[in-house]
């Protein structure tokens, strides 16, 4: 009897010192605010996708990312071209746009013609029509946008085919 008498206030300790430490750390994780986070700490791997909009950051860090807007996708159709003939053209965004991307594909034929980007703006496709059931067509889809200082934009490839896509 006279160990439990001396085990009661220790056993009390323990349980109150269990009670306040589990309770510490809650009450800690509702108290961090941004204030309480060093600059440069938080790393990509600490955010949640999509969690951080354009409005979450500084006008400084979005003027560098830049902005992409007024989309325009051109379509446009070639003449009829004999089996065996060669066919091409180009097509320019609007003024004030920029190339951000091109396809191009034969109406009849699911073999893929060449598309290049000519230069900021212009993209071109080239291709000889191979389609056993006579004349076909070109069709090149250019999209376009209003891009400001920073946004990314098509890289000149010059005379280098862009991998068609469709």
């Known amino acids: ?57 500084g006008k400084k860090t979005t003027a560098r990312l830049g902005t992409v807007t007024g989309y325009k996708v051109k379509k446009v159709t070639g003449d009829l071209v004999a089996n ?17 991307g091109a396809s191009g594909y034969w109406l009849n034929d699911d073999r893929a013609p060449q598309v290049y980007q000519v230069d900021a703006d212009t993209a071109a496709i080239l291709g000889t029509n191979r389609w056993s059931g006579g004349d076909d067509s070109l069709t090149l889809i250019v ?24």
Do not use: E, Y
């Open 84 to 100: 065996g003939d060669q066919d091409g053209f180009g097509v320019t965004c609007p003024q004030g746009r920029v190339l951000l």
């Open 143 to 166: 999209a376009c946008a209003k891009a400001g200082p920073g946004a990314l934009r098509a890289k000149v490839l010059g005379r280098t085919p862009v991998k068609p896509v469709g």
């Open 1 to 57: 009897m006279d160990t439990t008498k001396r085990a009661l206030p220790v056993l009390g300790i323990a349980v109150a010192c269990l009670l306040v430490g589990s309770a510490g750390g809650a009450v800690a994780g509702r108290l961090v605010t941004s204030a309480d986070i060093k600059d440069g700490t938080v790393r990509s791997a600490d955010l949640q996708n999509h969690s951080v909009q354009p409005i979450d950051l």
